[in-house]
């Protein structure tokens, strides 16, 4: 049995890596953290086989928790696309889990881990640390959909959308359920390009068309897909987005 212990921040990413992980009888997990600081105490205590941790942490990454923690066991990372840390991860022979979390993904991770059985190292760690600190933001999105896997390009998205527990992908005239969680969107997308507008949706700027501000003083945006959608700017998530707004306005 290989001793295991998750590191994921979302109550709801953790709940669903834990049932992926039941249907394999060599995985035991024995611990869990949601947070750094439970994460170092329980690994250096419990001393597991591997590790499986999420990349994006808020407030801390992945690699702070394995700064501060005296025992270094086979680590598995998670992560939304990014090509650095692919490549970094396929060059060091380290294995990784890309989002969203599906069986046969898990099992070829586990399988080459499992098979090299290295533990991590401080060597190892920096030159790994060194490729994926050149920050690239997701630039294309894993979708199913009619039993076939498609790969929607960011430079596509139009606005992002939370519907119940997914995310709705909304291009220019289509519409995809993305197997994710919106909130980890705001570290996966380039803030340079995409700006929350409400608690439920995410818009890519570029695709604006114009944003006005009614009577009311409240502002509401109009996006050029094909259905010209209209959406309201709340109040908390004004001010980053009007700034870039009036800069573009004034330098026309």
């Given amino acids: 049995m290989i001793r295991t212990i998750l590191i994921e921040h979302k109550t709801q990413s953790l709940q669903r890596l834990k049932s992926e992980l039941r249907a394999f009888s060599g995985i035991q997990v024995i611990g869990e953290a949601q947070d750094r600081e439970t994460a170092v105490n329980i690994i250096d205590s419990l001393k597991p086989d591997m590790v499986m941790m999420d990349m994006q942490l808020p407030e801390f990454s992945c690699f702070d928790v394995l700064d501060d923690i005296s025992y270094l066991p086979m680590v598995v990372f998670i992560s939304d ?132 501000r009614r009577v009311s003083g409240k502002y509401t945006l109009r996006l050029t897909d094909k259905g010209r959608t209209k959406l309201k700017v709340e109040k908390n998530f004004l001010k980053r987005l009007r700034d870039k707004y009036r800069a573009d306005q004034e330098m026309e």
């Fill in 81 to 212: 696309y990014n090509p650095y840390a692919i490549k970094a991860f396929d060059k060091y022979g380290i294995g990784y889990i890309l989002k969203p979390y599906s069986r046969e993904p898990l099992e070829k991770a586990f399988q080459q881990v499992t098979a090299m059985r290295q533990k991590m190292n401080r060597e190892l760690l920096s030159k790994v640390r060194q490729e994926i600190d050149k920050r690239i933001y997701t630039d294309r999105f894993t979708i199913k959909a009619n039993g076939q896997i498609l790969i929607v390009p960011a430079e596509n998205i139009y606005y992002f959308e939370a519907r119940h527990r997914s995310v709705l992908i909304h291009t220019y005239e289509e519409v995809y359920r993305y197997d994710g969680v919106f909130d980890d969107l705001e570290n996966a997308l380039d803030p340079e390009v995409f700006y929350q507008i409400n608690p439920i949706h995410i818009i890519a700027y570029p695709k604006l068309k114009r944003m006005t």
